[in-house]
Structures are given as C-alpha cells and as structure tokens.
C-alpha cells in the first residue's frame, strides 16, 4: 500500500522553480529520502507534502488524502521535524509538549501518555522538568522528535533530523528513525548526508536543481554504476596537487574524478581498459603513486555519477538561491 502518492509536484517561487514535476510513491512502513545538496529543492518537497505550501503545478495524496483539498486530514496523519527546532527555551520539555500537544486539539488523557512513552523511547525522561532553554541540540532534537509523534501519525517527515549533531546523538536518531520504521511508521527525510541517506533509506531519490534525477534502492542506484561499466578507481598519490586533478579532469578517458582526501582520487572510468593510460599520464605528471584500487562504488560515487558533480562541492559552492534565502545554505554548510 502506498502512503504517498507524488505525480508531477512543482513549486516555483516567481519564475524561479524549486521543485520541477517530482514523481514517487512511498510505501508502509519504509523510510523514503530525498538526498541533494544545499539548494535542491528538498524542503520546499516536503513543505509542500506537509501541507505548508501550495503546489504551483501537480498533486500528491499522503495517507491517501489531498494535499490541496484534504489538508485538515493530511496534517492530522502526519508529523514533521522541520529544519528549524520549534520549542520555546523557557519551557520545560514536559511543557514544550503539553503546549504542542494542545495545539493539535489532543485529548489531556492523550497528551499524557504521549509524552511519558515519547520521552522515555528517546531517552529525554530524566529531563522532562528541564528548560529547554539549558538543552543541547541533540537534546532539543530528541524533543522536537517527540513532538512530532504526540499524535501518532502514520507518516513522519524528517527535514535534516542530525544535520549538525554529534556522532552518538546522530546514530540513537538512526536507531530510533529505523525502530519507528519497524512499527509500520512510514519516514520520509531529506539529508545531504550519504552515509545517512545508505544506512536508512530503501528508496533514495537524488534531487538536484529542483529535479529528481535519479530514484531508486540503494543496491540499483549503486548498480546504474555497474551496469554502465564505469569502474571506480581509487589512487593514493603521495605528492597529489591541484594541477595534477586539472589534467586528470582533462582527459578523454576519464568520466569524473574528485578529490576524496589529501593523497587520494576517485577516478570514474567507463572501461577498465583505460586505467594503464591512465597511470601512464600520472607518471608523465610526475605524480608518485602509493596505491591503486578498484573499489565498490559509494553512494557518492552515485551522486558524482548522475548529478556530473561532487555533493560536497554543491555544499560549499552553496547553489544560487532568490529570495533572500542564500543566507541559508551558506550557514548550514559543515
Ligand atoms: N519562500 C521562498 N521564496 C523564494 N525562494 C525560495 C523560497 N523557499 C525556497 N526558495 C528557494 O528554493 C530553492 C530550494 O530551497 P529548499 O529550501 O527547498 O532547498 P533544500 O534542498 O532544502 O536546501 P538545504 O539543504 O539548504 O536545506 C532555493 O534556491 C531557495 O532559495
Ligand atoms: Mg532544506
């Protein structure tokens, strides 16, 4: 059973578009994820889906309800952790969640057993009477998590749920991510993070400039690699400099390369055939080379493959933006 239903959903935002004709489906009880870089049209997707902005073209049905006609009943089966942590400092966690649940028009009987289950699964009880105000992000996080779920929704919207969290506080968000998942929550998130977007994600749809450009498992993403014979070549160079990636970039036989580290390239070669003309024009560049590797393709790899550009260079690059929103991107980059 589908619990999202996508068909063409556009937004532009005068005569720029931010999100141009998406299509998918997302099934019970799996976790869905948008991945792109800063700028891609990701949370204006969900926003849309969420009911918080009016689609300029196309439709969805989330939990089979209109995202146009059916608002009230789309809000009311789905929950949203949003970019931004929406909690008032000066409450307590108990009462940030008393206060939300209220919102929602929740039964008190309800709210209260929501919070006692919420704060105890994400680990928050012993801090229940605490201002929030005194929390850490992770803390604050596992807070806005908890209100997002006070009314059990059937779909819950991820938008960058560990963006600028620390690693533990990062891997109990994955784990409680993939235990809601395990109950038959269907997730929907958006990261730029591709270790995040592997670990958690069955579907994957690679978003850049507000198109999907690529939507499938992790497995027949990694396979549009494979299966379009292009070998992914990792070289340790001892003296590796800027010039020697702009010759290699340069060369026919070469599809992509970036700089994965330091003393390393990644080399996308459409023919295996190449990589000795390959190692023969690092020698010519007097390049000292410590190490050389096929290796399995990453989900990076994937990115570079589809998109023609690295997801890390899109971060820093921080893709134009209108509307006085380029504060944005060039804040959150890591
Ligand atoms: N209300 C708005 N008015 C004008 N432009 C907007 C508005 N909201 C978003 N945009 C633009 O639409 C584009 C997509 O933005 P969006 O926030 O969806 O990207 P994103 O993929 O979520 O990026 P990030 O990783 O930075 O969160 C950006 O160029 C942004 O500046
Ligand atoms: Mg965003």
């Known amino acids: 059973m589908n619990m999202i239903e996508v068909e063409g959903l556009t937004r532009r935002f005068g005569d720029f578009t931010a999100v141009d004709h998406i299509s998918f489906t997302v099934g019970k009880g799996t976790v869905f994820g948008f991945l792109g870089p800063n700028g891609a049209g990701k949370s204006t997707a969900i926003r849309m889906l969420c009911t918080l902005?009016?689609?300029?073209?196309?439709?969805a049905r989330v939990v089979g309800f209109d995202i146009i006609k059916e608002q009230d009943e789309v809000r009311r089966h789905i929950g949203l952790v949003a970019e931004k942590i929406i909690l008032y400092d000066q409450l307590t966690a108990e009462e940030n969640l008393s206060l939300f649940g209220r919102l929602n028009n929740l039964p008190e009987e309800q709210i209260k057993q929501a919070i006692d289950k919420w704060l105890g699964r994400l680990h928050m009880e012993a801090w229940r009477k605490h201002r929030v105000g005194t929390f850490s992000t992770g803390m604050?996080?596992?807070?806005?998590?908890a209100r997002a779920l006070l009314h059990h929704p059937d779909v819950l919207f991820l938008d960058e749920?560990?963006?600028?969290?620390?690693?533990?506080?990062?891997?109990?968000i994955h784990e409680f991510i993939l235990e809601l998942k395990g109950e038959g929550i269907t997730i929907v998130l958006t990261t730029h993070d591709m270790v995040e977007a592997e670990t958690l994600c069955q579907q994957i749809a690679i978003i850049d400039q507000?198109?999907?450009v690529a939507l499938d498992t992790t497995t027949n993403l990694k396979k549009l690699l494979s299966g379009d014979n292009t070998t992914v070549i990792d070289v340790e160079i001892a003296n590796f400099n800027e010039p020697m990636l702009s010759q290699l970039k340069s060369m026919e036989s070469i599809a992509s390369v970036t700089r994965s580290d330091t003393y390393r390239v990644r080399i996308h070669t459409r023919n295996t055939d190449n990589i000795?003309?390959?190692l023969s024009a690092l020698s010519a560049m007097g390049a000292s080379v410590r190490?050389?590797?096929t290796v399995l393709p990453t989900m990076e790899d994937v990115f570079l493959h589809v998109t023609g550009r690295e997801i890390r260079d899109k971060v820093a690059a921080n893709v134009p933006s209108v509307g006085g929103h380029r504060?944005?991107?060039?804040?959150?980059?890591?």
């Open 53 to 59: 902005l009016r689609p300029s073209e196309g439709s």
């Open 140 to 145: 604050k996080q596992r807070i806005n998590v």
């Open 161 to 172: 749920p560990t963006l600028g969290l620390d690693p533990q506080t990062t891997h109990a």
């Open 210 to 212: 507000a198109k999907i």
């Open 276 to 278: 000795a003309p390959i």
């Open 291 to 293: 190490a050389i590797n």
């Open 327 to 334: 504060w944005r991107g060039a804040s959150r980059v890591r």
